[in-house]
T-cell receptor, first 116, second 111 residues
């Protein structure tokens, strides 16, 4: 399967703990995105990488959230001192970055976070 | 404020019916509008539209964009139970690659 993969698929944690999620994009896709989705809402943009550079960050991304893509391949999203409001599905997507502005983003299966 | 408004929010139809889902958006520098299908998992890409009046077709699904009136529609003909899902509409603006999504339309197709 050469689609976007995410790990873990589910995470249950206690409030105040730190969690880290991993995303492996489609190979050769140089753009990688993180979104958060809660029940009844569409995905909300968190951050975007082109290769290893983090080029966009949402105002939603508090200082407890940090994302990295150190070698321009996989990415990690860390949430420090989790709060119950962080409970959501965290989606990763990638796109090829073709010239001409095409932006077909392909999503991974998501990591469902539950903060108790 | 909502920059993407989808309607209806939910819809129940019988197999074989034709449905039209609506998406209106507000963006100053439009680049593209995308439709996704989301079952109990991640969104699956359906269409990307960048030009007005160009209808995209894939089997029973089709979509068209009106850049002047800032809306798009997704049509599904001869619906099947497998079409039951949430359909998401999102746009990207010039200078940004993030997608801004609406809340989606939940379609339920009953036998």
């Amino acid at each position: 399967d050469t689609g976007v993969s995410q790990d873990p698929r589910h995470k249950i944690t206690k409030r105040g703990q730190n969690v880290t999620f991993r995303c492996d994009p489609i190979s050769e896709h140089n753009r990688l995105y993180w979104y958060r989705q809660t029940l009844g809402q569409g995905p909300e943009f968190l951050t975007y990488f082109q290769n290893e550079a983090q080029l966009e960050k949402s105002r939603l991304l508090s200082d407890r959230f940090s994302a990295e893509r150190p070698k321009g391949s996989f990415s990690t999203l860390e949430i420090q001192r989790t709060e119950q409001g962080d409970s959501a599905m965290y989606l990763c997507a990638s796109s090829s970055g073709l010239a001409g502005g095409r932006n077909e983003q392909f999503f991974g299966p998501g990591t469902r976070l539950t903060v108790l | 404020e909502d920059k993407v408004v989808q309607s209806p929010l939910s819809l129940v139809v019988h197999e074989g019916d034709t449905v039209t889902l609506n998406c209106s958006y507000e963006v100053t520098n439009f680049r593209s509008l995308l439709w996704y299908k989301q079952e109990k998992k991640a969104p699956t890409f359906l269409f990307m539209l960048t030009s007005s009046g160009i209808e995209k077709k894939s089997g029973r699904l089709s979509s068209i964009l009106d850049k002047k009136e800032l809306f798009s529609i997704l049509n599904i003909t001869a619906t099947q139970t497998g079409d039951s899902a949430v359909y998401l509409c999102g746009y990207s603006g010039a200078g940004s690659y993030q997608l801004t999504f609406g809340k989606g339309t939940k379609l339920s197709v009953i036998p």
